[in-house]
Nanobody, 124 residues
Framework: QVQLVESGGGLVQAGGSLRLSCTVSGRTFSSHYMGWFRQAPGKEREFVSS????????FYADSVKGRFTISRDNAKNTGYLQMDSLKPEDTAIYYC?????????????????WGQGTQVTVSS
């Protein structure tokens, strides 16, 4: 069974940075695509970014392109989301997810495993 645990969330001022981590249990992490999603209060969950098995290919939502960087370390079974130039509208609960099937999908229902989420709050 695959379990995901996010960490690294917190409160930061606009313009600041945070790095989220997603630690994955199980030996299948290196064969999974990994994605990050977020959900703000009163809004639907939205796609943020995803990364392929090897980490060589990435995909971003337009809203975070150029500000966020997704990466992974398969030796540590950990994925990361570096968030720079944060804006108040980035405030949300951030979730990591993984799937064994290839492809950059922005819909959450394509992902099989989810973490519990970590809160990110950006103050103005």
């Amino acid at each position: 069974q695959v379990q995901l645990v996010e960490s690294g969330g917190g409160l930061v001022q606009a313009g600041g940075s945070l790095r989220l981590s997603c630690t994955v249990s199980g030996r299948t992490f290196s064969s999974h695509y990994m994605g990050w999603f977020r959900q703000a209060p009163g809004k639907e969950r939205e796609f943020v970014s995803s990364i392929a098995w090897s980490g060589g290919s990435t995909f971003y939502a337009d809203s975070v392109k150029g500000r966020f960087t997704i990466s992974r370390d398969n030796a540590k079974n950990t994925g990361y989301l570096q968030m720079d130039s944060l804006k108040p509208e980035d405030t949300a609960i951030y979730y990591c997810a993984s799937k064994p099937t290839p492809g950059f999908f922005t819909r959450g229902d394509y992902y099989d495993y989810w973490g519990q989420g970590t809160q990110v709050t950006v103050s103005s």
